[in-house]
Antibody, heavy 125, light 107 residues
């Protein structure tokens, strides 16, 4: 079964650091980009960016550039999202998702086809 | 960046109804449009890709149409399990922005 399994919920204080994980299984983890998506309480989905586990190439959304860091350890099929100094406004559920593509006559249609279960990050003093 | 706008933000309907949700892009995105369904406490689920292609395993009552800047998701006959929030997403260019969501509630 193709799946992404994320690490458990975290409760942190402002200013603390954090690294959450997303472990893939059932497919070739190094061949597909992994995306990160934020969902603040009661709000919509926000695209944060993507990372290619094969070589750790990263593409951040301008809204999140400099605020978070993506990384990956292909030897254990795991992607990471980390913060060096959390803020209360980082409180949200964070999803990882596999970027899959459908080839239609040479045109690549990208989707997020497999999602992790989400990691709730709560930042509160 | 491309902005995605969905309407309505919420929609009240009954089982068996036909419903349509619209999504508009701030610039042409050809057919690079996905639709997701999210139920409370769950991760989003891919329904439609490339504007009109049904993801494997998704019931045929779901359909998508459109190209350029205007897109629609239609549910032909609402089932109880369809009451959820729906999001569109463009994959024409990064950042792959989402619409703000449409919450479908029971009338």
């Amino acid at each position: 079964e193709v799946q992404l399994v994320q690490s458990g919920a975290e409760v942190k204080k402002p200013g603390e650091s954090l690294k959450i994980s997303c472990k893939g299984s059932g497919y070739s983890f190094t061949n597909y980009w992994i995306g990160w998506v934020r969902q603040m309480p009661g709000k919509g989905l926000e695209y944060m960016g993507i990372i290619y586990p094969g070589d750790s190439d990263t593409r951040y959304s301008p809204s999140f550039q400099g605020q978070v860091t993506f990384s990956a350890d292909k030897s254990i099929s795991t992607a990471y999202l980390q913060w060096s100094s959390l803020k209360a406004s980082d409180t949200a559920i964070y999803y990882c998702a596999r970027r899959y593509y459908y080839d239609r006559s040479g045109y690549y249609f990208f989707t997020f086809d497999i999602w992790g279960q989400g990691t709730l990050v709560t930042v509160s003093s | 960046d491309i902005q995605m706008t969905q309407s309505p933000s919420s929609l009240s309907a009954s089982v068996g109804d036909r419903v349509t949700i619209t999504c508009r892009a701030s610039q042409s995105i050809n057919s690079y449009l996905n639709w997701y369904q999210q139920k409370p406490g769950k991760a989003p689920k891919l329904l439609i890709y490339a504007a009109s292609s049904l993801q494997s395993g998704v019931p045929s009552r779901f359909s998508g149409s459109g190209s350029g800047t205007d897109f629609t998701l239609t549910i032909s006959s609402l089932q109880p399990e369809d009451f959820a929030t729906y999001f569109c997403q463009q994959s024409f260019s990064t950042p792959y922005s989402f619409g703000q969501g449409t919450k479908l509630v029971i009338k």
